[in-house]
């Protein structure tokens, strides 16, 4: 029942296909009512729709007219069905994917929506998980290690594909007009906070971890240069700003975002956030030690703590990247969900389709059933979760998955284990390379949609030899950004404080089974060595395979199906969302 006297924020989460937004109550964080909107245009890695143009390999696009569509959508919907009055919300808070990244004008208009440039796929938005600046990221991994530039060791000691250098480097090379003509490089979840209140800040979470914005300082103006003479003024030029803080006021509710959102204008926007870190609070896992791991498509581990230390293979830790006061770590894998529906896309036969039908369950469940019913190690399988690289603890977007041991006995549910078991795996390396660090993880909490596989966390909890917490939300994102955007317009203090009222989690649901705990030891034991021998330098056969994968397709001239393949994971084992 709604009480006069509350007042309510709300949170909205832009995802990898779709935006949603949450209706929440400030004083407990009990959630009203929510709304989705699919973006119309998705994830753009085949063709560019304006032209119809083949876009090469490894790239992944954005409109943002989708996200816009979102406020327009999503938020009166979830507004209306909450039964709130408009007049009762007192602030919006925004998380987006990253590194989601845009070019723009001095004023914010994306270089895509200019006529000049809407045939140039470099105008358009880059998603996280565009990969093809994989080159530019060695590039400048290779050159900070030359030059033994100190930020290197806060990214455990490689910068990604992902982020915001070597996106910016590859568009300065490969599109050098665009480049001149982009007077803003802007992250996505700064741009739409820049719509809502009409001021871009450059928010400190994606500054830290996706900007290279260590200490006060970006990457020298020296050290660019020798990357690229062109490239030496990118930072001055284009990308330095000031930052807000986590749980700052950015600005208030334009006239114009308010006709879009049905939302009072003036009301407090808080500053952008990443889906991830920003769902710690919804999660209550704000103190030191505190991993949470965000599960979806990917995954993406963030934990606060007082400790500072070199993580081998981390993506970064940054002071207040997560709660105002402490470092936050972040680590993450590249695929988690998107492995699970590419095989039963592409791995599985019509019989189980029909069977799983005939059962009147999902085919991911029904895979699931079968794959529980087996003992650990039964099916002879141990496999690397590389199949959209390697995000932690290697950090190689040119790394590719890997399944040993199949035989003609070999069924589906065996590899479909192997692959569940995988990513377990991959999450406990990077437990074991933080805690190898100096830095304890005291508790590991679960949020995102594979929290619906029961037998997939338990899995994580065997293989991770840990109980397992989880979020009590289905909305950990959205959540967590009305916790702060709560903070933002003054009802709590603090983040730490608002997570406390608002956040959700349930302590220790899944506890390790100690027998399969050991089995899985030995199992681990094997994915270990495949790691080295694949990840480290023993073997560069996935990069040969995936070299030799490239040529082949721009020979033939068409697009490049084994990388950009839409997956549909909307299924009740599955979400779509992810971190980032």
């Given at each position: 029942?709604?009480?006069?006297?509350?007042t309510y924020a709300i949170g909205v989460d832009f995802g990898t296909l779709s935006g949603r937004a949450v209706v929440v109550r400030v004083r407990d964080g009990a959630e009203l009512a929510s709304a989705v909107r699919p973006y119309r245009y998705a994830v753009v890695e085949r063709t560019l729709p304006a032209t119809g143009e083949q876009l090469p390999p490894d790239w992944a696009l954005q409109m943002p007219g989708d996200w816009v569509d979102v406020l327009r959508t999503a938020v009166p919907e979830a507004l209306a069905a909450s039964g709130v009055a408009?007049?009762?919300?007192?602030?919006?808070?925004?998380?987006?994917?990253?590194?989601?990244?845009?070019?723009?004008?001095?004023?914010?208009?994306?270089?895509?929506?200019?006529?000049?440039?809407?045939?140039?796929?470099?105008?358009?938005?880059?998603?996280?998980?565009?990969?093809?600046?994989?080159?530019?990221?060695?590039?400048?991994?290779?050159?900070?290690?030359?030059?033994?530039?100190?930020?290197?060791?806060?990214?455990?000691?490689?910068?990604?594909?992902?982020?915001?250098?070597?996106?910016?480097?590859?568009?300065?090379?490969?599109?050098?007009?665009?480049?001149?003509?982009?007077?803003?490089?802007?992250?996505?979840?700064?741009?739409?906070?820049?719509?809502?209140?009409?001021?871009?800040?450059?928010?400190?979470?994606?500054?830290?971890?996706?900007?290279?914005?260590?200490?006060?300082?970006?990457?020298?103006?020296?050290?660019?240069?020798?990357?690229?003479?062109?490239?030496?003024?990118?930072?001055?030029?284009?990308?330095?700003?000031?930052?807000?803080?986590?749980?700052?006021?950015?600005?208030?509710?334009?006239?114009?975002?308010?006709?879009?959102?049905?939302?009072?204008?003036?009301?407090a926007v808080a500053v952008g956030n990443v889906d991830a870190h920003v769902t710690a609070p919804a999660a209550q896992a704000t103190e030191p030690g505190q991993m949470l791991a965000v599960m979806g498509t990917s995954t993406c581990h963030v934990m606060p703590s007082d400790q500072l230390a070199d993580v081998p293979g981390m993506c970064g830790v940054v002071e207040g990247g997560i709660v105002p006061g402490l470092y936050g770590y972040e680590a993450g894998q590249s695929a988690v969900g998107d492995i699970f529906g590419w095989f039963v896309d592409n791995?599985?036969?019509?019989?189980?389709?029909?069977?799983?039908?005939?059962?009147?369950?999902?085919?991911?469940?029904?895979?699931?059933?079968?794959?529980?019913?087996?003992?650990?190690?039964?099916?002879?399988?141990?496999?690397?979760?590389?199949?959209?690289?390697?995000?932690?603890?290697?950090?190689?977007?040119?790394?590719?998955?890997?399944?040993?041991?199949?035989?003609?006995?070999?069924?589906?549910?065996?590899?479909?284990?192997?692959?569940?078991?995988?990513?377990?795996?991959?999450?406990?390396?990077?437990?074991?390379?933080?805690?190898?660090?100096?830095?304890?993880?005291?508790?590991?909490?679960?949020?995102?949609?594979?929290?619906?596989?029961?037998?997939?966390?338990?899995?994580?909890?065997?293989?991770?030899?840990?109980?397992?917490?989880?979020?009590?939300?289905?909305?950990?994102?959205?959540?967590?950004?009305?916790?702060?955007?709560?903070?933002?317009?003054?009802?709590?203090?603090?983040?730490?404080?608002?997570?406390?009222?608002?956040?959700?989690?349930?302590?220790?649901?899944?506890?390790?089974?100690?027998?399969?705990?050991?089995?899985?030891?030995?199992?681990?034991?094997?994915?270990?060595?495949?790691?080295?021998?694949?990840?480290?330098?023993?073997?560069?056969?996935?990069?040969?395979?995936?070299?030799?994968?490239?040529?082949?397709?721009?020979?033939?001239?068409?697009?490049?199906?084994?990388?950009?393949?839409?997956?549909?994971?909307?299924?009740?084992?599955?979400?779509?969302?992810?971190?980032?």
């Amino acid at each position: 029942m709604l009480d006069e006297r509350d007042t309510y924020a709300i949170g909205v989460d832009f995802g990898t296909l779709s935006g949603r937004a949450v209706v929440v109550r400030v004083r407990d964080g009990a959630e009203l009512a929510s709304a989705v909107r699919p973006y119309r245009y998705a994830v753009v890695e085949r063709t560019l729709p304006a032209t119809g143009e083949q876009l090469p390999p490894d790239w992944a696009l954005q409109m943002p007219g989708d996200w816009v569509d979102v406020l327009r959508t999503a938020v009166p919907e979830a507004l209306a069905a909450s039964g709130v009055a408009a007049g009762d919300v007192i602030a919006i808070g925004t998380d987006f994917t990253a590194c989601t990244v845009l070019p723009t004008t001095a004023e914010g208009t994306p270089l895509c929506d200019l006529a000049p440039f809407r045939d140039r796929p470099h105008a358009y938005p880059k998603l996280w998980k565009h990969h093809a600046a994989q080159p530019h990221a060695d590039r400048i991994n290779a050159l900070a290690e030359e030059r033994g530039e100190t930020w290197l060791a806060r990214y455990g000691g490689r910068i990604s594909s992902e982020w915001e250098f070597a996106k910016a480097l590859q568009l300065l090379e490969e599109d050098p007009a665009v480049y001149a003509a982009t007077e803003r490089w802007v992250e996505a979840a700064d741009w739409i906070i820049w719509q809502l209140c009409g001021t871009y800040v450059r928010n400190a979470c994606t500054a830290g971890y996706k900007g290279i914005y260590q200490d006060g300082h970006y990457p020298s103006r020296e050290y660019l240069a020798a990357l690229n003479p062109e490239f030496a003024d990118f930072v001055a030029d284009k990308l330095e700003h000031p930052i807000g803080q986590l749980g700052e006021r950015a600005g208030g509710l334009t006239a114009e975002a308010a006709a879009w959102t049905g939302l009072p204008e003036g009301i407090a926007v808080a500053v952008g956030n990443v889906d991830a870190h920003v769902t710690a609070p919804a999660a209550q896992a704000t103190e030191p030690g505190q991993m949470l791991a965000v599960m979806g498509t990917s995954t993406c581990h963030v934990m606060p703590s007082d400790q500072l230390a070199d993580v081998p293979g981390m993506c970064g830790v940054v002071e207040g990247g997560i709660v105002p006061g402490l470092y936050g770590y972040e680590a993450g894998q590249s695929a988690v969900g998107d492995i699970f529906g590419w095989f039963v896309d592409n791995g599985v036969p019509a019989s189980y389709r029909a069977a799983a039908e005939a059962a009147g369950i999902g085919l991911h469940e029904h895979l699931t059933e079968l794959a529980a019913a087996q003992e650990v190690g039964e099916h002879g399988l141990v496999a690397l979760d590389w199949h959209g690289g390697n995000r932690s603890v290697l950090v190689d977007a040119e790394l590719s998955g890997v399944i040993l041991g199949q035989t003609l006995a070999t069924r589906p549910e065996d590899t479909y284990r192997a692959l569940l078991e995988a990513t377990a795996f991959g999450t406990r390396t990077i437990i074991e390379s933080f805690e190898s660090s100096g830095v304890p993880v005291t508790e590991f909490v679960i949020a995102g949609g594979l929290l619906k596989n029961a037998f997939l966390m338990q899995t994580y909890a065997d293989v991770c030899r840990r109980p397992l917490s989880v979020i009590d939300s289905e909305q950990g994102p959205a959540l967590g950004s009305a916790i702060y955007a709560a903070v933002a317009a003054g009802a709590h203090p603090d983040v730490t404080t608002a997570a406390r009222a608002m956040g959700k989690v349930r302590r220790g649901v899944y506890v390790p089974d100690e027998q399969r705990a050991d089995a899985y030891d030995a199992l681990y034991a094997e994915y270990i060595r495949l790691h080295d021998h694949f990840g480290r330098g023993g073997n560069d056969v996935l990069h040969r395979l995936r070299a030799l994968r490239r040529a082949a397709v721009q020979r033939a001239g068409r697009p490049d199906a084994a990388e950009n393949h839409d997956i549909d994971t909307t299924s009740s084992a599955l979400t779509e969302e992810q971190p980032a």
